[in-house]
Nanobody, 127 residues
């Protein structure tokens, strides 16, 4: 079992920044043995990949829609994964979810690879 708790969402204006945080509060596997990712889901749309990081924090993947504006990082000592988001746009408005791929170490963009999910944190960007 792995429990993930997101925080850091909020309401900002276009061009603003947010830092999302996800803490693994419970894990029956060592935190530094699996990959982590962020996904988002806007109203009326399917959940989509945002960013992912490998087990060591050395390899990252980003969706084209956020590349250059977002940075994913992890702190294995604190069992935390962060998503720094800059130059936010109204299209970034969504519920953001943290996810753990406990059977993989490489960053993956496929939601089916992730076996544990957080409850989500709302990000709202106004124009």
């Amino acid at each position: 079992q792995v429990q993930l708790v997101e925080s850091g969402g909020g309401a900002v204006q276009t061009g603003g920044s947010l830092r999302l945080s996800c803490v693994v509060t419970k894990s029956d596997r060592s935190f530094d043995n699996y990959a982590l990712g962020w996904f988002r889901q806007a109203p009326g749309k399917e959940r989509e990949f945002v960013a992912a990081v490998d087990w060591r924090g050395d390899s990252r993947r980003y969706a084209d829609s956020v590349k250059g504006r977002c940075t994913i990082s992890r702190d294995n000592a604190k069992r935390t994964v962060l998503l720094e988001m800059n130059s936010l746009k109204p299209d970034d408005t969504a519920v953001y979810y943290c996810a753990a791929d406990t059977y993989g170490v490489a960053p993956t963009a496929d939601a089916i690879d992730y076996d544990y999910w957080g409850q989500g944190t709302q990000v709202t960007v106004s124009s």
